[in-house]
């Protein structure tokens, strides 16, 4: 186990002080996270947050045996640990966390996936091509979980905190794991969730519309995305941007400034990497691209829609320095699904498909896709969040009502608003009442649909993709689209 001399990470914090104990004698190994599960030896770091102070948790972590406790103020914490003061405790966690950890990260190529859609998807196909490759586990953090080799630990956000990043890239480089690839939300960006992380690669999947409670304006979201170039991406490493996205050349323009070796890939616009052509229908997949303006490369997938095609052009992008174009189109012809996106869990007289959908232009985008390999009806099943930008509700209905049969509004997670208004709100975007029905419970929702399924219908379940839970009020439920689903087929069919 590696530790570190409490002095040593101290030469990174500037101006401190010691209320008690005797730094030079102290190994620290680790940074704890919280004082519950901190370990013996780790130090424990206090910072004021929005909801709680880590000053009121120091007695705790002392308990626990933190080898050091880093304070703004004084606090009674017992003897033992030694106990620090500074002027800005967060910034001495980023300082003493980058440090600690700074040979693990020297030891693995790292991979930042931004954008409002795709992120997950395009992570796992990194992760594919690289395996492919190197025949090696990977490490992959994000929506779904943050996967360690074959160890999956369950994921709260997109991008974990600062220190948990740190933590399990620590993990990785001892399992001698090589490459680690991260989701990078646009909270994490702007939070600083990210900081002293340094990609050798970064990825602009798409900007639209979303997270409007957080950022309040496309601009300030769009800001929040260009982080990923401005401060983690390093000096001449490799920049993917879909040219057919708003924001491209935004993100092109800091590439630039950084020198980074730029990757468009397009189906729309000239690019690095373009699409010659295409075929798709609900099983899967053809395509044609062309790469560097001299391979052409002929691919294979079962994944549905062009949305996929960008994806598997950002994975290609992405890991363009480190893998050949043959070993890329065997990984893709491999690869499977990703839980939640556009994934098949029924496929026999009518079709199901989950995907994680949630916005107005991902449900377009679905929508679009699904309508183009349709036999018959489409049928929607979805909601909005509580608790989330609200200006997007009525626009999610005029979308789904655009490209569907039959919709059925919803719940999705309503947390501590009244689902039945918010339904209300989605339903302001729908002209043709006709086309729609309403239920508050999901699960009664997924149920009508199964019911009213005819032959070679697709029933699209948007909203939730691999969550196993519904927030209500301040309560998570079990529950999960797809299991919901398979167990209203089997009820029908008994």
Same mark, same amino acid.
């Given at each position: ?53 880590? !000053?009121?948790?120091?007695? %705790? #972590? &002392?308990?626990? $045996?933190?080898?050091?406790? =880093?304070? *703004?103020?004084?606090?009674? /914490? ?87 990043? !740190?933590?399990?890239?620590? %993990? #990785? &480089?001892?399992? $001698?794991?090589?490459?680690? =690839?991260? *989701?990078?939300?646009?909270? /994490? ?306």
């Amino acid at each position: 186990m590696k530790t570190m001399k409490l002095t040593g990470l101290l030469s990174a914090v500037p101006k401190w002080k010691i209320l008690q104990g005797d730094p030079d004698n102290t190994p620290i190994k680790g940074v704890a996270e919280t004082a519950s599960t901190l370990k013996k030896g780790e130090i424990f770091i206090c910072i004021k947050g929005y909801t709680k102070d880590g !000053h009121d948790f120091a007695a %705790e #972590a &002392a308990k626990n $045996g933190a080898a050091a406790i =880093i304070v *703004e103020r004084p606090v009674k /914490a017992g003897k033992k640990a030694v106990i620090i003061q500074v002027k800005d405790s967060k910034a001495a966690m980023f300082a003493i966390t980058d440090m600690f950890y700074a040979d693990a990260k020297k030891k693995l190529k790292m991979i930042g996936v931004t954008g409002t859609k795709g992120k997950t998807t395009v992570t796992y196909l990194v992760e594919a091509i690289l395996k492919e490759k190197y025949k090696k586990d990977c490490a992959v953090l994000g929506t779904i979980g943050f996967k360690i080799g074959k160890k999956v630990y369950k994921a709260e956000n997109t991008t974990p905190s600062n220190i948990t990043i !740190h933590r399990l890239l620590g %993990e #990785a &480089a001892d399992k $001698g794991i090589r490459h680690a =690839i991260i *989701e990078s939300s646009s909270h /994490a960006l702007d939070q600083g969730r990210l900081k002293n992380i340094l990609f050798d690669a970064a990825v602009m999947t798409n900007v639209t519309r979303d997270h409007f409670d957080y950022h309040k304006t496309f601009r300030n979201y769009l800001k929040a995305k260009l982080i990923i170039v401005k401060e983690n991406l390093k000096k001449g490493g490799l920049l993917a941007v879909n040219a057919d996205s708003k924001g491209a050349e935004e993100f092109i323009k800091e590439g630039r400034i950084k020198k980074a070796e730029i990757i468009r890939y397009a189906i729309n616009k000239k690019a690095e990497i373009s699409l010659l052509k295409h075929k798709l229908d609900i099983n899967g997949m053809n395509f044609e691209l062309i790469v560097q303006k001299r391979v052409r490369a002929f691919f294979t997938s079962i994944l549905v829609g062009q949305h996929n095609i960008y994806n598997i052009m950002a994975a290609i992008a992405a890991t363009s320095r480190m893998v050949d174009i043959k070993s890329a189109v065997t990984a893709i012809k491999k690869f499977t699904t990703v839980k939640g996106r556009l994934d098949k869990v029924y496929s026999k007289d009518f079709n199901v498909v989950v995907d994680f959908a949630h916005t107005p232009d991902s449900l377009d985008q679905i929508l679009r896709t699904l309508n183009e390999l349709k036999k018959n009806r489409i049928i929607t099943v979805f909601g909005a969040g509580g608790e989330r930008d609200r200006g997007k509700r009525p626009m999610m209905g005029a979308a789904v009502e655009k490209y569907s049969d039959l919709m059925i509004v919803t719940s999705d997670n309503p947390r501590s608003e009244d689902p039945a208004l918010i339904i209300k709100e989605v339903m302001a975007g729908v002209k043709r009442k006709d086309k729609a029905l309403t239920a508050v419970d999901r699960g009664e929702a997924i149920r009508i649909a199964v019911k009213a399924a005819q032959k070679d219908d697709i029933i699209l379940l948007a909203g939730k993709g691999h969550e196993e839970y519904q927030i209500i009020g301040d309560v998570k439920h079990d529950f999960n689209d797809a299991k919901e689903a398979l167990k209203a087929i089997k009820e029908l069919k008994r």
